[in-house]
């Protein structure tokens, strides 16, 4: 009878250590349950942060690349008007289609001709000649 009792005691033991186990086992699982959606929700959170940024940066980069294009289409267009009849070449062209030799311009865009003092239409830019008025100015 007292072999029994002890049987039955171990039993009882074993079978609270199981429990104790258990037991411990679930808390270990609920702690890393609560860090695992912990992690998720931010997670969550920075992926929904970058979604926003990255739909932001999508239409900058559309609206960039629409003007770029738009870009390139005037440059397109002020290239093939300044080739097209107007004589010595793209560098020579001020953009509006005006041939800047005429007025002393280089293609490096100085007037170093009006610098100088060399005058197109004759004599020197810094002369000091009167300028004469018509008689019928001056009744």
Known sequence: ???????????????QKHI??????????SSD???ILTS????SQLYMKIQAE???LTAQMAELSSRLESLNEIVDLVTTTNGAGFGGGVDLMDGCG???RTVGINSDG??????????HWGG??????????NDINMY
């Open 1 to 15: 009878m007292l072999s029994n009792r002890e049987s039955a005691r171990r039993s009882r033991m074993r079978k």
């Open 20 to 29: 104790d186990d258990l037991t411990a086992q679930i808390n270990q699982l």
């Open 33 to 35: 349950n609560r860090q």
């Open 40 to 43: 998720l929700t931010v997670t």
């Open 54 to 56: 990255n739909s932001i």
């Open 98 to 100: 005006f041939d800047d």
């Open 110 to 119: 100085y007037y170093d001709d009006l610098i100088s003092g060399v005058n």
């Open 124 to 133: 020197s830019v810094y002369s000091n000649q009167p300028i004469m008025a």
